[in-house]
């Protein structure tokens, strides 16, 4: 009995000098030992579209751009399939000028202009003032470019420019745009989210691509920023500016709709066969509805002409090759003229 009260008397000792022997103290590390590396996972190899977009950062950073504008505008950024199919994609078929004319100019787009001319009538006063443009012709564009800004585009276009730049089929000309539109994210005159616009990078309620932006793009309701995406000040004035800008004639008209003498040679037609009215009226031209034409100098243009069977004809003064410059198609310009007209 003693002998088991002296055993467990003792056990707490044995079993805590036990516990001691069983650690193995750690031996301390010699000094200036290097510490041991984690493994790591293999690095990443970047992609040819981020070795690119690297590439365009290096020379947007030259250009005066941040690099928290370049993160956001990069993050998460990849080639967009549908951008590239519809740059790939090849018209079926040709339009005739009556058949564009009656898709462009339906009487539902001719009764909005006229509501929204009127609507903002002093606005549209105002940059006329400034800018000398007739103030149904910001009107007309904005209806034949986006629908009166209903349809701007979906697609970010940072990531429209940056595919077509990378796999497009205008590599520099798109490159040059998207380092245009990321001073333009630079400089604020946009969110981000909602720099939107059409496949290939047409802006806002204008569709200005970047570098007609950078040289047309004004802020007219003085808010600090060229928002043509929000404000239709901006818009509407910007579209002015690029006119004016782009030769347009203050006080002189942009065409005429006119009817031509049986046999009339279509040999002589052509936007850049210009003659005096006076001659044109020699040989037979002759106002449509009656009026008298200006004494300036112009050009007979008949679309199609002169295989096609449009029965229109037209005088087309100065003013439409300042249009012309808007976009570089006789049906367009033929369209918005129309249009100006009518909303006017």
């Known amino acids: 009995m003693q002998n088991r009260r002296a055993w467990l008397a003792a056990a707490p ?20 030992a290097p510490r041991p590396t984690p493994p ?24 005066g751009v941040s690099a928290t504008t370049l993160a956001a505008a990069f993050r998460n950024l990849a080639p967009n399939a549908r951008v590239l199919e519809l740059d790939g994609r090849q018209p079926e078929f040709t339009l005739t000028w009556e058949q564009y004319r009656d898709r462009v100019v339906p009487q539902g787009r001719i ?3 006229r509501r929204l001319f009127q609507q903002n009538r002093s606005l549209l006063d105002a940059i006329s003032t400034r800018f000398g443009v007739a103030p149904q012709l910001p009107v007309a564009i904005w209806g034949m470019e986006t629908n009166y800004g209903g349809n701007t585009g979906g697609f970010n276009v940072i990531e429209a420019l940056a595919t077509l730049a990378f796999e497009g089929r205008r590599k520099e000309f798109f490159r040059r745009e998207l380092l245009a539109a990321l001073k333009i994210l630079h400089a604020g005159h946009v969110p981000l989210a909602h720099m939107k616009g059409s496949w290939a990078g047409a802006m806002g309620q204008p569709q200005f691509m970047p570098t007609s932006f950078e040289r047309f793009a004004v802020d007219f309701d003085g ?8 404000s239709r000040a901006d818009a509407l004035g910007s579209i002015a500016n690029y006119l004016a800008r782009s030769g347009w004639r203050s006080g002189e008209p ?6 031509l003498p049986a046999g009339f040679d279509l040999e002589q037609t052509g936007r850049d066969k210009r003659r005096p009215v006076e001659e044109w009226q020699r040989a037979g031209v002759r106002s449509l509805d009656g009026a008298a034409l200006p004494a300036l100098e112009a050009a007979v243009l008949v679309p199609d002409a002169p295989n096609g069977p449009s029965r229109q004809a037209f005088l087309v003064f100065s003013n439409f090759n300042a249009i ?5 198609s006789n049906f367009y310009t033929l369209a918005v003229g129309m249009l100006a007209d009518a909303v006017g």
């Open 254 to 259: 942009w065409l005429r709709e006119v009817a």
């Open 40 to 63: 790591q996972a293999p690095r990443r190899e970047k992609t040819p579209f981020e070795h690119f977009l690297d590439g365009v950062g290096e020379e947007a950073r030259r250009a």
């Open 13 to 32: 000792l044995l079993l805590a000098a036990s516990a001691a022997g069983a650690q193995t103290p750690t031996p301390p590390r010699p000094p200036h």
């Open 223 to 230: 808010d600090g920023h060229r928002n043509i995406w929000d």
């Open 111 to 113: 009764d909005q202009g």
């Open 324 to 328: 012309r410059r808007y976009n570089p």
